[in-house]
């Protein structure tokens, strides 16, 4: 079995990788690792959680050990498609960095610029950026792609999702020929082959499995769930979520809940915590800060159930996630594999429980294309509960047209009168109701006796007058 110190790493790098408990190198590693020290261009395709992090930033760390970065020109770049997954390329440095003195500087939105120019113009040797902020700072000027000796992409195919192809390509161009690439990426759709095609010089193929496959030390299983009435089918979902934490037990000790829309991810977050579930938000609306703070009480364990967007789908290494709870089924399919792949990392075990709505029918299909196997269904802990409910809304009495004067059960009927006469019955004006008609009672002609005696007065007695 290959160990990290047969991979002709320096001792200073074996020694950081020693304290940060790792012996054996991954599949990936063990793969990406040499081609990259030996200079090569690689190409990484592997499944999340297997690695792959480490196996750009331990060669990188190996390479630029010897040099000096220059003001506004750093070294290397790492390209992330998420500020979480750009922060978390950023911890790893810090780790296996710790023996080699190595400055870095991360370009993510949520920071001031000003702060981010203070570090790029002292010159660093790892420059780790999201892709539009990077390009925010080179055209304000400060910030020249040049001396670029190492470029990694990672998570490509997220890239691909976001939009942020162009991006690359651009960033590509202002970057020198002669760079050294590394291009990570958990699937390979042909824009993607395109652009490996076209800025990698002769890679070295790393691909340790089938390409979008899920671990095989995570459990997974489908709910589905009929839903009462089609109006209800969302709180039912929610109902079901907190019966499957339920049972599950202590075996969950932390979950991640994924949501498809940042609506719903702040929906379930406010149910789960108004019924006593430690649950907290994330999603790419919130404030940087914000989302740092819950993302950092996750991982302490100070937070029990993060309540996600995709955008904590990729890369967010938190190794001792027991859960995954899939809330909604997600619309592409590979998203499926990002999603319950941070749970059951570095050989642990762990579980997926996806909730289904016959809505979901179409994307579960293409989930179980993909991953090439049937997903177990289990039994929903509220069928019997939801029946009832359905029952019920089903025997519901028909409606009755109301009435203007409804009777009371108990109150007794008035006698029903006879049927007035064609004289008796009074006649009704237009005017309003219960007017006497002009032509029933006594006519009135003129004015009577009220009259002013000034209008009896002919013309010429008033101007007489």
Known sequence: MTKFSDLALSPKVLKAVEAAGY?????????????????????GIAQTGTGKTASFTLPMIHMLARGRARARMPRSLVLCPTRELAAQVAENFDTYAQNVRLSKALLIGGVSF?????????????????????????????LLLTGIEVMVVDEADRMLDMGFIPDIERIFSLTPFTRQTLFFSATMAPEIERITNTFLSNPARVEVARQATASETIAQEVILVKGSRR??????????????????????????????????????????????????????????SQRTRTLDAFREGELRFLVASDVAARGLDVPSVSHVFNYDVPSHSEDYVHRIGRTGRAGREGKA???????????LDAIEKLIAKEIPRTENPLAGREEEVSEVSEEKPKRTRRTRSRKSEDQVEAPVQAEATEEERPKRSRGGRGRRD??????????????PSFIAMSFEERKAG
């Open 114 to 142: 000003k702060e981010q120019d203070i570090l790029i113009d002292k010159g660093v040797d790892v420059l780790i950026a999201t892709p539009g902020r990077l390009l925010d700072h080179f055209e304000r000027g400060k």
């Open 353 to 363: 429980v996806m909730i289904s709505a016959p809505i979901d029918g179409k994307n």
């Open 231 to 288: 109006d209800r089918v969302a709180k039912d979902k929610r109902d079901v979520l907190r019966a499957v934490i339920d049972r599950e037990g202590d075996a969950c000790s932390n979950a991640i809940v994924f949501c498809n829309r940042k609506t719903d991810v702040d929906i379930v977050a406010k149910s789960l915590k108004r019924h006593g579930y430690d649950a907290a938000p994330i999603h790419g609306d919130l404030d940087q």
């Open 438 to 451: 002009r032509d029933s009672g006594p006519k009135v002609v003129g004015m009577g006796d009220h009259m």
């Open 23 to 43: 012996e054996t190198p991954t599949p990936i590693q063990a793969g990406a690792i040499p081609a990259a020290l030996e200079g090569k261009d690689v190409l």
